[in-house]
């Protein structure tokens, strides 16, 4: 059986059901590795959630196995991975939902990240088209999702480590969009940004294995991974190439602006309604304030320094899309 490393074994620290994820992980990638053929071909790696496994199929195809817990974010990764065929993002070769286990083809190990911040955020813009495709019936709508969240929202505004005036905004504008149709539809990836694109290691429009797909003329050099589909807005997809890599935009001398740059990039190269793409950054900015409050309540604990960091964060985005 693999060892389990360190860090994917501190999971277990999360909570009942992490543990025994974590518990019964080892027996799960045996298996797995067992009845799909698979041999190992490299150490262990992680995410946040899921253990991934370097291994050669028994046609000697390179992939990775992807063994991950199963919660309301995940469960429908294999669906949206479905619905992308492999263009613009990794493609699936074989899965089991109930396990949590995805077998990818493999890509990287050199990420987007890797490119300058304005260049990321223009790779990424130039994804969308692709990924925005019509969403299965089984994704879940962002307007049942927006809608829970902004009602918690609006139960705590008193709490959220933000201005009230942010968080009651944003309140406003997430009810508007729960009952608008125009927030669903869609396939989006929800967590899009740069260290979630992976090179190609192939060829353009090279099928794991070697032949040429159907989607050939489509493959893109950089390939999306750990895909969170939900039938959605493309307009509610940039505000994460807003918050990351932040380290370079206080570094700017101009915060305001270098946050700006990134918005008006990813909206110009995206064609995306700059109004509407403003007003879902407010809302997931105020969510994310949110967010860690809820992670201190639930851990039983005050805010400490790094969650007033990332609030502060969350609110000085929110402050610069908007005039």
């Given amino acids: 059986m693999i060892e389990v490393p360190a860090a994917v074994a501190a999971f277990a620290e999360r909570g009942p059901r992490w543990a025994a994820f974590v518990d019964a992980l080892p027996r799960t990638v045996d298996d797995l590795l067992d009845a799909w053929a698979l041999r190992v071909a490299g150490g262990p790696m992680h995410g946040e ?9 028994d046609r ?40 949590g286990a995805l077998l990818l083809e493999r890509a990287g190990p050199t990420a987007l990240s890797s490119l300058p911040a304005l260049e990321a ?36 505004q008193d709490a959220v480590p933000a201005p009230r005036r ?4 944003a309140v406003s504008l997430g009810r508007a969009f729960a009952s608008d149709p125009s927030t669903d539809g869609l396939t989006i990836r929800a967590d899009l940004h740069d260290a979630n694109v992976l090179a190609s290691r192939r060829d353009h429009g090279q099928e794991p294995g070697g032949s040429a797909g159907p ?16 039938s959605g807005d ?8 807003l918050w990351n890599r932040w380290e370079e935009v206080t570094s700017a001398r101009d915060v305001r602006f270098a946050v700006r740059r990134r918005f008006h990039t990813v909206v110009d190269v995206a064609g995306l309604d700059e109004h509407r793409v403003r007003d879902w950054v407010v809302v997931r900015m105020m969510l994310n304030a949110l967010w860690t409050l809820q992670d201190a309540q639930e851990a039983g604990r005050s805010l400490d ?3 007033r960091a990332w609030a502060t964060r969350c609110v000085t985005v929110a402050k610069a899309v908007q005039d």
């Fill in 305 to 307: 320094a790094a969650d």
């Fill in 60 to 99: 000697g195809v390179e992939a990775v196995l992807k063994v991950g817990l199963v919660d309301e974010e995940t469960r429908h990764e294999h669906l949206t991975l479905t619905t992308w065929d492999g263009r613009g993002a990794v493609r699936m070769l074989r899965a089991d939902p109930a396990r």
């Fill in 215 to 230: 989607w050939a003329a489509e493959r893109s050099p950089w390939l999306v991974i750990d895909p969170k589909g939900i």
């Fill in 121 to 156: 955020c223009e790779v990424v813009a130039g994804l969308y088209a692709t990924l925005h495709v019509g969403a299965p019936r089984r994704l879940v709508p962002l307007s049942s999702l927006v809608g829970r969240w902004t009602e918690q929202l609006a139960a705590a």
């Fill in 234 to 241: 493309p307009c509610y997809e940039p505000a994460p190439l």
């Fill in 49 to 57: 959630v899921a253990l991934v496994l370097p291994v050669l199929t």
């Fill in 166 to 169: 942010l968080v009651q905004q």
